[in-house]
């Protein structure tokens, strides 16, 4: 196969879908793997010009990220893309102990045998900006400094306590940094800036976007400094976005892709792991648009009775979608059922919880013949994904009012889940009827 235009590792699944939908928006056939490929796989995908892997960094310690990530970067090194991005969640949420942005880097570097890593975190489309090294986002259709941010600034594994990236990167890697600020960037001198921090040690430049013009300024400078054989570069879905910008003013794509709705599916069912406020919208507007409604307990669910957890819930997630219903199976209803502390007091409890959700959309996927399900929460995703036996996906059908969270194709060797289309959903990405959009196969 040609070599592609871009590799990816995504630190959680639902950002590697982001990932791979802006990829496909944009005219770039994509393949997000789960895990690395054989060289079938490869080739049943060789018509792609972006090649993604799945991972779960985010929810890791730097000690696994020393091992794991090492040998992933290793292999996408062998890819030969023109850039290798590193996909972090545009809300940049980490620490030192927990998906810590900085250690990646630092492997990044030195697997690329790279000076100097670009780093890019706003995206537009996502409605996520960063302004001189701040960042801000949006909730609910007002905008928050980081720090201030309504959810992110509680997140109950990596709060966001700092809005200035560089020094919240500070505290996770010791490797010196530099910002290509605003003004900078829109000037005449952007690139000469950019080399200046660069060989005056800059081992980490982040490169501020506040607007889609000057996002594709930063496309601009990505392109411009990447290396024979591959660059290694961090950031969010927002790197895509730019370097697609620039790829289409140079015609290395042409237009972007078409996709058809799939139709309504009769019944759908959905797990659900994530304590945001918006999953939680997104399940009261299902129940009240014909889902039924099942609570699991997190706690029993990471327990040694799980096995019975998950009996029981798919017993009762049998009998809904037995009578012809859509159901939505969840360990939390809001941030106010978020039990998380009862459940840190086991060690691995969280990717435990996430395996549980898996094994049980599984189970109901294989005894219903269910041909559409959804995973709702980045961190769930990632593990109970792994659960489901997939060893591939592409983009079925994105969704623009939810940007990040689009319809997918699995394909497998399981043969109950090869062809089944699943969504994977961030806790803060959809509007409120996504899990009845999703199951009326509508484009919002």
């Known amino acids: 196969m040609q070599n592609p235009l871009l590799s990816y590792y995504g630190d959680d699944l639902t950002g590697s879908t982001d990932v791979m939908e802006a990829l ?48 992933a970067f290793a292999w996408l090194k062998t890819l030969n893309a023109e850039i290798c991005h590193y996909k972090v969640c545009s809300t940049f949420d980490s620490s030192p102990t927990t998906g810590s942005i900085g250690r990646a880097i630092e492997i990044g570097r030195s697997v690329f045998a790279q000076d100097s890593v670009p780093l890019l975190v706003g995206a537009p489309q996502l409605k996520r900006y960063t302004a001189f090294g701040h960042l801000f986002a949006a909730y609910r259709d007002q905008y928050f400094r980081i720090d201030r941010h309504p959810v992110m600034s509680r997140h109950p594994t990596t709060p966001m306590d700092e809005s200035d990236l560089l020094i919240h990167l500070s505290r996770q890697t010791g490797l010196s940094s530099g910002l290509l600020d605003l003004a900078t960037l829109q000037s005449t001198s952007r690139s000469q800036a950019f080399d200046h921090l660069v060989e005056n040690g ?134 106010t059922a978020d039990r998380g502390a009862e459940i840190d007091r086991q060690e691995g409890a969280r990717h435990k919880l996430g395996r549980g959700l898996g094994a049980l959309l599984r189970q109901l996927t294989e005894e219903q013949s269910l041909r559409r399900v959804v995973i ?69």
């Open 202 to 335: 800059a081992a980490i430049v982040l490169v501020d976007v506040d607007s889609r013009e000057t996002q594709a300024l930063a496309g601009k400078e990505i392109w411009r400094v990447r290396k024979p054989g591959g660059s290694f570069v961090v950031g969010s879905s927002g790197i895509e976005y730019a370097l697609l910008a620039e790829w289409a003013s140079n015609d290395i794509i042409s237009a972007g892709s078409g996709f058809t709705p799939p139709g309504a599916a009769e019944r759908i069912a959905v797990v659900s792991g994530s304590c945001s406020p918006t999953t939680e919208r997104q399940i009261r507007h299902a129940l009240d648009d014909g889902f039924d409604g099942i609570e699991i307990d997190p706690v029993e669910l990471v327990s040694e009775a799980s096995e019975q957890a998950i009996a029981r819930a798919a017993a009762s997630g049998r009998a809904s979608l037995q009578a012809g219903r859509s159901v939505i199976l969840y360990t939390a209803l809001g941030p």
């Open 24 to 71: 496909e928006l944009g005219g770039v056939p994509t393949v997000l793997f789960m895990r690395l490929p054989d060289e079938a796989q490869l080739e049943r995908f060789s018509h792609c010009r972006a090649i993604g892997l799945a991972g779960t960094s985010r929810s890791e310690t730097p000690q696994w990220m020393d091992t794991h990530l090492t040998d």
């Open 376 to 444: 709702a929460g980045g961190d769930t995703s990632s593990h109970a994904l792994g659960q489901m036996g997939v060893d591939a996906l592409t983009v079925r059908m994105p969704l623009p009012a939810s940007p990040g969270s689009p319809l997918c194709v699995a394909y497998s060797h399981v043969k109950a889940i090869d062809g089944l289309e699943v969504a994977l959903k961030g806790g803060q990405v959809g509007t409120d009827r996504y899990f009845s959009s999703i199951r009326d196969g509508l484009r919002s």
